[in-house]
């Protein structure tokens, strides 16, 4: 045991209660981060909720307008038609903080400065059905972008909570509790000793008042 290892000195008790003082304030600190990761994390997960319906919804109507736009056009007008895009997407990544945990932030920059003007084709000889597929594809785009950010910070974030659930756990279960018991088995030994030198004082003092008695 832990308590059998250390010296039962004053200095050490006063070092043990400093470092129970620095724990237990470490443990309060941890289960307010720990808390507040909690609620912001359901907020991503409900904003992931949202996203992901909202992608699902998105990506199945272009599916369904890039399925009507192959009905009325050839493999091979489509292919042409799409070969040279037009548009392209430039990616920027930064960091937030939140609670400790650097979450990123996508941001993308169109080339042209329409972010709709992404039809690579003339209008003469392909059908409006694949304007509409590539215009749904445009609008789904942002928010597929967002969901990939959504997520990376609910796994990033999940990871944190993990750790500080564990960090938590440690100092409540194991740190704590066995610093407040090497204190009382430091206290308990002091006591000991301090009732063990009043008894000897006391029987130096009945020996020496003794020995005047009988010298008279």
Known sequence: MATTTISPTRMELMRLKGRLKTA????????????????????????????????????????????????VMSPQMMEQALLNPKQSVELDMTFNNVMSVKVPVYQFHTKADDPSDICPYGFVQTSGELDDALSALGDVFKD????????????????????????????????????QKNIRYISMKLEENDLSTKIRLMKVKEMVLKDAHNFK
Do not use: C
């Not at 909720?49 to 109507?61: A, H, I, Q």
């Not at 564990?166 to 704590?176: D, K, P, Q, T």
């Open 144 to 179: 597929m972008l967002e969901l990939a950010q959504v997520e990376k910070t609910m796994q990033l974030m999940a990871d944190e909570i993990e750790k500080t659930r564990r960090r938590v756990n440690a100092l409540e279960h194991v740190m704590i509790p066995d610093l």
């Open 24 to 71: 237990t304030r470490g443990h309060k600190l941890l289960k307010d981060k720990r808390d507040e990761l909690m609620r912001q994390f359901m907020d991503v997960v409900k904003r992931n909720r949202e996203l992901r319906t909202k992608v699902e919804e998105g990506l199945k109507d272009a599916n369904t307008a890039i399925s009507v736009a192959s009905s």
